[in-house]
């Protein structure tokens, strides 16, 4: 568990401003949604919290600490992406150890990590198979183990379940909101789905155009949204 402090964050690509002074401040153990429309910056704000991109100003703190210039892996943090990114030659269990080798963990202690992930994720039964002979919300949980096993600080979700069919993906939804109450870590997850946003979120952040919007409970966002922007979007149908 850990805070995330973002401070007059401001990302351009090129001349094209993308983030725009933006402030958030995120508690320890929340569940924080960034919502709004493809091409808002969600995935740039994540992926400058995860030490993806460069910043152009402004900082980000994690855990009370400055992590601006940080490498990201020295920043307590796991990353879900939408595409499964599994290692396609290693098996579940080879996909689940593979960060921690890198990391030099003992051996006995990646069998450890790995088991308990397994079962958190329900994944046991998966472990020798490959990637390939996996469903897509399989896969996503896989995804989500080896954010598990380095007992990270941060989960950073940018849109896990939008390659998967409906029904899957109310069922991860139940999955991963079991995960934050299990493991009471900080969680930002970035999505367009309202829905989504709606029954996963402590908070959400609306965003458009690199701002956020407004940033309150679900049910504040749904009762009294701040402008026009906030009220379409939230209310439009999925
Ligand atoms: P979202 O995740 O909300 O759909 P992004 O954060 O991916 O939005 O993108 C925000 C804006 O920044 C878009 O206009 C996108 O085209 C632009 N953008 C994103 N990444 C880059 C990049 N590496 N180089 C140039 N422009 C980018
Ligand atoms: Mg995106």
New binding site residues.
Partial sequence: MATVSIRDLEID??T?R?LQTLNLDIAEGEFIVLL?P???????LLNAVAGLLDVTAGQIWIGGKNVTWEEPKDRGIGMVFQSYALYPRMTVKGNLSFGLKMAKTPSEEIEKRVAKAAKILQIEPLLNRRPSELSGGQRQRVAIGRALVRDVEVFLFDEPLSNLDAKLRTELRVEIKRLHHELGSTMIY?THDQIEALTLADRIAVMNGGVIQQLASPKEIYRRPVNRFVAGFVGSPG
């Fill in positions: 690509f090129g094209l993308v709004g493809s091409g808002c910056g969600k995935s740039t970035v």
